[in-house]
């Protein structure tokens, strides 16, 4: 949303009409990428601080340390903030700038995924294990081999192959990996490397893991999403293509790949026969959110579906410090998710 409709903003009005409130308020919480595991949910999620770093196009002002496990018995109950389970200063090959994380469970250990910029200033992603969901996670002491870019997202598929989704464009850097090396030239500009508006759209990646979940097992393909006509989405389809915010689940036999559009800040997604893709756009998930920022994952948790997200109305609009959020989704006959508008009559609040 645009800076001058955030300064018009009653947030005390907001936060009446939003249709959820925020989980934790003793922290500033993003991201939240959420499990069910035994039976319980645990969402593992950015953790906002303000460290005085400037606003740029950058992302240099997201400027997280570590990470906190969130738990709740269920969607509708309260939720726990376990303390910090990670910080970059435990993390050998990391500088800073723990951004959105994912985790999963094999044979009762845990994984944690999460990407950092190592001391080179180049995001990868980095492996941390724990026996526990909560944590706390011992990180790996180097990265994913041939990890790039940042929101990595790990799905496990029925027959117990584990894939994960990652990309991120601006300060995520994926449009730097074009060629298969980080291009490091025009450093300061978040859009340099960027194909032209008429050009396909850059793509999120997925890769299969080995079986101990540390390394890929193939070279990262792209996530393409095409148009009603079959074709490839394009770069200056900006309501609908690929920005960040990677995530993977399945319905009814069809996977569901959805992400979201940044600078225009929507959630949307997109269906497949299989988790490689091509992927079918259908629509959006989410309509934009308080803060320029939108991120999500969804769960299945006792037969019904809930998409978790954040906003910043507790910071009053503050891009960076934001806080998680859950509501419930529905589909339709047809397998579609109906749109959620994240306020009531949010017309009349500006």
Known sequence: MPEDDIQHINFDELNKKAI???????????DPSAHVFNGKIYIYPSHDVDAGEAFDDLGSHFA???????????P???????????HVSDV???EKQMWAPDA???????????????HDGIFRIGVAISDSPTGPFKAEPEAIKESFSIDPAVFKDEDGSYYMYFGGIWGGQLQRWQTGTFNASQPESPTAHLPNDDKPALCAKIAKLTSDLLQFIEAPKDVVITDENG???????????????SWMHKY???????YSTGDTHFICYAIADNPYGPFSYAGRILNPVIGWTSHHSIVEFNGDWYLFYHDSSLSKGVTHLRSI????????????????????????LL
């Open 252 to 258: 009814n036999n069809k996977y569901y790949f959805s």
């Open 76 to 86: 509708i109950s309260d939720a726990k903030d376990n303390g910090i389970a990670l």
């Open 325 to 348: 959020k859950v509501d419930k989704i529905d589909y339709d006959e047809n397998g579609l998710i109906k749109t959620i508008n994240p306020y009531n009559d949010l017309e009349v």
């Open 104 to 118: 999963n469970e094999k044979n009762g250990t845990y994984y944690l995924f999460f990407p950092a910029k190592d």
């Open 231 to 245: 074709k490839a989405l394009l770069q200056g389809d900006n309501d609908r293509r690929f920005f960040e915010a």
């Open 64 to 74: 997280m340390e570590d990470y906190h496990v969130i738990s709740m018995d269920s």
């Open 92 to 94: 050998p090959w990391a």
């Open 20 to 30: 959820s409130q925020a989980l934790i308020t003793n922290i500033f919480t993003a």
